[in-house]
């Protein structure tokens, strides 16, 4: 497996896809082999396996728009000429490179995370890169893996080729209570609204700072996440909310932390313009959460009849939901009531895997 930063690692959505699938896949008795980044991402590049999976560290030109790219061309060349059955790349640039492992002999899958050239944070070049990522997968892949129906529909509209639609999956996890998030920060059970992901301009969270500045309420927003390459968004971003005391940036986070961020959430909310699967909505969902969606189809498709939709990129409408929301506290609970059970249910790590083995073989 190679496209992912590093192994283990939280830092998006597609490493913790990667980490889930190749452990899982391990444990089945597949032989795993995964291509870390270099430089920052590696750990210092001394983690050579983790729970049975091999971790290879590639080198890395460690610069904006050039990490990835690097990173992904030596893999492709390692992973082409190593004794592989199956080369599976996550994402649309890395599949820049599916023609090399396919030119000698492996079976190459692609999983599209997301629409990847619609990201505001990459430059011309690097969209360049990516949309050419999109269509090498489109031409050269033997199966290509969605996460959601829109993108299996654009597959089919624009290259007129098959995909295979297999979610992400979520783990049904434990609630915590608030201490460690009381002793750090000052939150207390459900006296804050929470945005949990990568702090980057396409997750809409310009709508929810300027929108959460005319929200009348004592909750707080808390903005959790680390910066996904966009130091300069994240210090427009606080630069904005500073006038705002209630607007509390925690910086990236895991572990119990995050642990207790979700499940002391009064609401979570997911403001974005672009996404592929949300596994932050997935996984505060799977704790229970009343969750405040901009209503495009890859958030739609998850949370279906049990969230709140307001229309993408409208400031006044976010700015009315969640005043609603803060108003009626029965109104949270009526969309907290179930939704564990029903996403635990419908994305299932197990089912997962048995779907992503069953393409394996086929091909």
């Not at 059970?189 to 310009?206: A, C, D, H, S, T």
């Amino acid at each position: 497996m190679l496209g992912h930063k590093h192994v283990p690692s939280r830092e998006g959505g597609v490493e913790i896809v990667v980490g889930e699938l190749s452990t899982r896949l391990r444990e089945l008795g597949c032989e795993i082999t995964c291509y870390n980044r270099g430089g920052r991402y590696a750990g210092g590049g001394k983690l050579r396996e983790y729970r049975g999976v091999r971790l290879k560290t590639v080198p890395t030109i460690p610069f904006r728009g050039l990490a990835a790219m690097s990173s992904s061309v030596f893999a492709s060349l390692f992973a082409s000429i190593g004794r592989y059955d199956v080369v599976h790349i996550h994402a649309e640039g890395p599949a820049f490179m599916c023609w090399l492992p396919k030119l000698l002999g492996k079976r190459v899958i692609v999983t599209i995370h997301g629409l990847d050239h619609q990201r505001a944070k990459w430059g011309r070049l690097a969209s360049r890169y990516i949309m050419a990522g999109e269509k090498n997968a489109a031409r050269f892949a033997d199966e290509i893996i969605v996460l959601s129906e829109s993108a299996r529909r654009y597959f089919m509209d624009r290259y007129g080729r098959e995909t295979v639609y297999i979610p992400n999956g979520v783990r049904r996890p434990e609630r915590r209570d608030a201490q460690a998030i009381r002793e750090r920060f000052g939150l207390e059970k459900e006296g804050y609204i929470l945005f949990l992901g990568r702090i980057v301009p396409e997750k809409g969270l310009k709508y929810l700072v300027e929108a959460f500045k005319n929200v009348n309420t004592d909750k707080r927003l808390v903005i959790a996440g680390g910066s996904g390459d966009t130091d300069d968004f994240v210090k427009e971003l606080k630069e904005w909310a500073k006038a705002d005391s209630r607007i509390l940036f925690t910086g990236f986070v895991q572990g119990q932390v995050l642990e207790e961020l979700y499940s002391n959430a009064y609401v979570y909310v997911l403001p974005s313009d672009v996404e592929g699967m949300p596994l932050s909505l997935l996984e505060a969902m799977s704790y229970g959460n009343c969750c405040l969606v901009s209503d495009i189809p890859e958030c739609a498709e998850v949370v279906e009849a049990h969230g709140v939709m307001f229309r993408r990129g409208d400031i006044d409408d976010l700015r009315e939901k969640l005043q609603m929301m803060c108003d009626d506290a029965e109104l949270v609970r009526s969309y907290q009531n179930g939704v564990v059970d029903f996403i635990c249910r419908k994305y299932n790590w197990d089912d997962v895997v048995k779907k992503t083995t069953r393409l394996y073989s086929t091909i």
